[in-house]
Nanobody, 116 residues
Framework: QVQLVESGGGLVQAGGSLRLSCAAS????????MGWYRQAPGKQRDLVAV???????NYADSVKGRSTISRDNAKNTVTLQMNSLKPEDTAVYYC??????????WGQGTQVTVSS
């Protein structure tokens, strides 16, 4: 059984910052990639940022330059630092991990609301 526990969401004013964290636990022998997705009301779930085991990163254009993703392989944690937040960043943010055998796991989601 694998569990992803997210934390760090909340309400912030435009221009502010938030730090999202996700900790994976359970029967995970090795993680290939860790990432964050977000879903706004009425929209599809989209990639925000992803980081591989080797440290390669990929960001959505909408957050590039404003966000930094990092991971701790020893602790199976991934963190997303988001700066200069905009109202359009408002969404439920989901942590995702993909194991080396290709299994995908999702967190329960954490709400981020950016007020104008």
């Amino acid at each position: 059984q694998v569990q992803l526990v997210e934390s760090g969401g909340g309400l912030v004013q435009a221009g502010g910052s938030l730090r999202l964290s996700c900790a994976a636990s359970g029967s995970i022998f090795s993680i290939l990639s860790m990432g964050w997705y977000r879903q706004a009301p009425g929209k599809q779930r989209d990639l925000v940022a992803v980081i591989t085991r080797g440290g390669s990163t990929n960001y959505a254009d909408s957050v590039k330059g404003r966000s930094t993703i990092s991971r701790d392989n020893a602790k199976n944690t991934v963190t997303l630092q988001m700066n200069s937040l905009k109202p359009e960043d408002t969404a439920v943010y989901y942590c995702q991990i993909i194991s080396l055998v290709g299994t995908t796991y999702w967190g329960q989601g954490t709400q981020v609301t950016v007020s104008s």
